[in-house]
DNA sequence: TTTAGCACTCACTTCGACTGAGTGCTAACA
DNA sequence: TGTTAGCACTCAGTCGAAGTGAGTGCTAAA
């Protein structure tokens, strides 16, 4: 596979590098005169036509230049990519938004998604956490008259839930916080998918009066959970898409975007590749989704306390500027994982 | 103004309707073969002619049928269309998203949103109240470990805003929750912009243990005061903006996609609206942004206690189908008001 | 093994002819 | 006097032929 020699090598870089700046088909003699790789256009054909042979490249027609194959951008980021270290630009940004006061965890991964877009011109998405690892932190009640509670659960790692219940009969001053107080100490380090059970248990040996309150709660428990299935995806930067030429065909592009507006899909994409570490590249027709096999995927997951707790990554056409994305989806999540460390 | 007789109403609603439905200049013939008016291709055309000679409509080129103008649109709207009353399945669907359990007010506009660009078919867009009218309810904080605090906001129409402190020096169990019930007291029933004012105030009479706190917290209400400027434009089924054929052109589409993306622009373009009561509706050339000369917006402001608390809206090609989104703006906006008068 | 030269391919552009939906005008009709 | 039928005219859109140029593969020479 990794059979190819130096000058090959030079020619597949020069073709995808030139490929992915300008979107045309690469000629023999665009090549000799751009890249200086001391030989001739004639020379460059001949290895071209190789190249060709062996899947890296292939021509839109007869008489058109090369472009990478899936194979040729496979090889391309394997072998021949370097991502470099990330520019003192990058660098800067990325510090900048980390130096922040700290935030719950959605809003930071919100922010690192928006950065990530506005750092590679392309779709960034993350899914956050699940709450299936998460823990019990905190539950308060508020209320906001005799008859509306407002609820409050906090998570593990900074998520918080909310919700406005009512109530059949006003409750006391005093008795809300009595109550938050004891569940609190009941529930505190139970694992969120453990609650229902604890709940369900607290029900039965409640006071009629209470009995309400706590179904209403075990409701938002469940919601909560059920929530994240809705709003796990996040997505920044889809105007970018209309930049790339190969998007110009307006049916192409709102096949892209109805699957990014149904985020359930492809929340469950980015999550097929939660459980690798490192930086991941699915090229193409690497993706099994349909709607997927013209583009590139670069993912990375990130942690606390070892364990993955959710994706993040840029979606481009397959034409994309691997170096840079490898270099800041790995920088990012990194620093990521190092904040939420902290939490 | 008002000055068409019936038969020239008659032919321009006629031409409206069926430019909204087909978005083809509609010609003499075809008004007279699909709309039973009783007259004459000929006739049309003279009546056409005439209300081209007005401004109501206009030829994108000689030989081509005609197509409304923003006046004829205009006219259209003021005069002609009858929204009718929400169908059966609209008003089922409108119930369908209110009668769930109640829930904070950002989640509800969210929701309403999204129901609102799914009738409608177009972009819908939203703005979240302003914290400025709201008042303080209840402040919760929240030891993540002897180091992290997490403070929650909540301000009255069940807005919620959350921050994660580090500290200068741990804090003794017990010690939050008094900080936290001697600032509920102090605060409640304040307005959030004078928060900032009250708690500089605190600070002075406060022990040094809780200031790092309190500036911190301080900083959480400016933040939030703030972040209301990112945040508070809820947008949804941008898709839409595809399926119509004056959109083909991906550059008109990528202008007003970025237009969306910059999310502070359309905010203030809503906001302009939100005084006004009932539905407004700002047609092409009425808009004063260029981004927006070939749109119309439709736009209701919704209220709680009496006061305007934001916007809601649909976006969409001139060439709207004004009735229908007339009614489900009004709708919408009426049953939310009705629901947020309840917290 | 590399290179220069040449014939060939084929997407893209340009241009003219053709088509058809639609108009304005005029004359006849009720 | 208002309405309609008929006709000449307009013009965007489509189709196809010719021309252009970037790029290739092959061959023969260096």
New binding site residues.
């Given amino acids: 596979m990794s059979n190819l020699n130096e000058r090959k090598k030079h020619i597949l870089r020069a073709v995808t590098d030139d490929y992915i700046d300008t979107a045309e088909?690469v000629?023999?003699?665009?090549i000799a005169r751009r890249y200086k790789l001391g030989?001739?256009s004639?020379?460059i054909?001949?290895e071209?036509?190789d190249l060709?042979e062996s899947g890296y490249l292939y021509?839109p027609?007869?008489?058109?230049?090369?472009i990478p194959s899936d194979k040729g951008y496979r090889y391309y980021v394997d072998v021949l990519v370097d991502p470099g270290i990330p520019t003192q630009d990058e660098t800067k940004k990325i510090n900048q938004l980390f130096s922040h006061q700290k935030e719950a965890m959605e809003k930071l991964v919100r922010r690192s998604t928006k950065l990530l877009a506005e750092l590679t011109d392309y779709i960034s998405v993350a899914v956050i956490p699940e709450h299936q690892n998460s823990t019990f932190r905190h539950l308060q009640l508020v209320s906001l008259d005799p008859y509306n509670v407002l609820a409050i659960l906090v998570v593990d790692p900074g998520i918080v839930e909310n919700k406005i219940f009512v109530t059949e009969k006003p409750f006391l001053p005093g008795e809300l916080e009595r109550i938050s107080a004891h569940l609190n100490k009941k529930l505190r380090g139970l694992k969120v998918e453990d609650l229902s059970r604890t709940i369900l248990a607290e029900i039965r040996d409640s006071s009629p009066m209470t009995r309400d309150l706590l179904e209403a709660l075990l409701e938002l428990i469940d919601e909560s959970l059920a929530d994240t299935d809705d709003e796990m995806l996040i997505c920044d930067g889809v105007i970018h898409i209309l930049d790339q030429p190969e998007f110009q065909d307006i049916d192409k592009t709102k096949l892209v975007l109805s699957m990014i507006e149904n985020r359930q899909s492809l929340a469950n994409i980015l999550l097929d590749f939660s459980s690798s570490s490192g930086v991941q590249v699915s090229i193409g027709e690497e993706n099994l989704r349909p709607e997927l096999k013209e583009m590139s995927l670069v993912t990375a997951t990130y942690y606390r306390g070892g364990h993955s707790v959710g994706t993040i990554g840029v979606l481009g056409p397959t034409r994309m500027s691997y170096g840079r994305v490898i270099r800041l989806v790995e920088e990012i999540s990194f620093v990521l994982s190092e904040v939420l460390e902290s939490f």
């Fill in positions: 088909p000629g023999s003699r665009t030989i001739s004639a020379t054909r001949n071209m036509a060709e021509q027609h007869t008489s058109a230049g090369r």
